[in-house]
C-alpha cells in the first residue's frame, strides 16, 4: 500500500529537477512546476473516474473514455505540429486508428480481455505514446519543409510529383516519430527496465508474469506508433502542396 506520505517524498527529486534547471539557467522551473502540478490533479481524477468505472463493472464507458483521450491528445500534438496546415483533424483520424487497431487486433488474439479494466489502461498507453511519436513526426516534417522550399521545388520543376518530392523530409519524419519506441523495445531489460514490469515486480507478481506483459505492452506500442506516425505524416505531407503539384505559398 502505498501513502501520500511516499508520494511527497518523491517530491524531493523535483526540487532537485528544479535546483538543476536554477543552477544552470535552463529556465524550465514554470514547465517543470505547472507539469507536477498538473500530473497531480489529472491523474487523482483519473484514479476516481476509473475507480468509479471499475466498481461499475460495465465495459460501456471505454469508448467514450478512448475517445476523450485521442480528442485531448490530438489537441495537445497540435501545438507542436502549428507549422502543419491542418494539422489537428490529421491528428485525430492518425491517433484513433492507431487506438482501434491496436486494441482490436490485441482483443482478436486474446492478449487483452474486453473488460474497462484492461482496455483503458492500455488504451491510454496507447494513445500516449502515439500522441508523441506523431507530433515529433509532424514537427520534424513542418520544419524540414520549410528548410527545404529549394530543394522542393528543383525537384518539382524536373517533373516529380509532390509526392516524389518531399519523399525524403517524409521519410526522415517517419524515423524521428518511430525511433524512440523502436529504441526503448530494443535496449529493455539491458539498459533499463519498464514501468509496468517494475509495477508488477513491486506489486509481489512473479517476474515472468511481468515480463509477459511488459511484452504484449511494447508490441502494442511498436503497432500503435507505426500506425499513427504513418497516417500522420502521409496526410500531412500532401497538405504543403497544391492540387497541380506546386509547394504551397501561405
Request: glycine share 10%; proline share 3%; net charge positive.
Amino acid at each position: 500500500m502505498i501513502t501520500w506520505m511516499q508520494v511527497l517524498g518523491a517530491l524531493a527529486l523535483v526540487a532537485v529537477a528544479l535546483a538543476l534547471s536554477i543552477w544552470r539557467g535552463a529556465r524550465l522551473e514554470n514547465e517543470i512546476a505547472v507539469a507536477v502540478a498538473r500530473s497531480f490533479v489529472q491523474l487523482v481524477a483519473v484514479g476516481y473516474v476509473l475507480k468509479l468505472v471499475f466498481d461499475a463493472g460495465s465495459v460501456a464507458w471505454t469508448l467514450p473514455m478512448l475517445a476523450a483521450m485521442v480528442l485531448f491528445g490530438a489537441f495537445t500534438a497540435r501545438g507542436r505540429a502549428r507549422s502543419v496546415p491542418g494539422a489537428l483533424p490529421i491528428l485525430v483520424v492518425a491517433l484513433a486508428t492507431s487506438a482501434a487497431g491496436t486494441l482490436g487486433i490485441a482483443l482478436l488474439t486474446g492478449a487483452l480481455h474486453a473488460n474497462a479494466r484492461s482496455l483503458i489502461p492500455v488504451g491510454g498507453m496507447t494513445i500516449g505514446n502515439a500522441m508523441t511519436a506523431a507530433a515529433v513526426a509532424l514537427n520534424r516534417l513542418g520544419d524540414d519543409v520549410g528548410r527545404s522550399t529549394a530543394e522542393i521545388e528543383a525537384r518539382l520543376s524536373l517533373g516529380a510529383t509532390s509526392r516524389e518530392a518531399a519523399a525524403p523530409i517524409v521519410r526522415r519524419s517517419l524515423v524521428s516519430g518511430m525511433i524512440n519506441v523502436i529504441d526503448s523495445t530494443k535496449t529493455a531489460g539491458l539498459v533499463f527496465f519498464p514501468g509496468t514490469m517494475v509495477g508488477m515486480i513491486l506489486a509481489g507478481a512473479a517476474p515472468l508474469n511481468a515480463v509477459r506483459l511488459q511484452l504484449i505492452l511494447f508490441y502494442l506500442l511498436v503497432g500503435g506508433v507505426s500506425i499513427s506516425v504513418v497516417i500522420a505524416v502521409s496526410l500531412a505531407s500532401g497538405r504543403f502542396f497544391t492540387a497541380a503539384h506546386q509547394l504551397r505559398t501561405d
